[in-house]
């Protein structure tokens, strides 16, 4: 499971550092960051339910045996 929670930072950061927003001058810093704090959000929310599904798998196997 903490592999699995270590995969996700890492995919986060591949995904979420090279984003980058221009064009709204000195608000662009603030727009980059706001997006990257939605989509971290997002992703958080995202692989949260996939590990509790995992979770869930691995225990109902676990239980039939």
Same mark, same amino acid.
């Given at each position: 499971?903490?592999? $699995?929670? @270590?995969? +996700?930072? /890492?995919?986060?950061? *591949? =995904?979420?550092?090279? $984003?980058? @927003?221009? +064009?709204? /001058?000195?608000?662009? *810093? =603030?727009?980059?960051?706001?997006?990257?704090?939605?989509?971290?959000?997002?992703?958080v929310i995202t692989w949260i339910f996939i590990l509790s599904k995992v979770k869930n798998w691995i225990f109902r196997s676990?239980?039939?045996?």
């Amino acid at each position: 499971m903490w592999i $699995l929670i @270590i995969i +996700g930072g /890492g995919i986060s950061v *591949l =995904i979420l550092a090279p $984003l980058e @927003i221009s +064009g709204y /001058g000195e608000f662009d *810093l =603030i727009i980059s960051s706001a997006i990257k704090a939605v989509v971290s959000i997002g992703l958080v929310i995202t692989w949260i339910f996939i590990l509790s599904k995992v979770k869930n798998w691995i225990f109902r196997s676990q239980l039939k045996v």
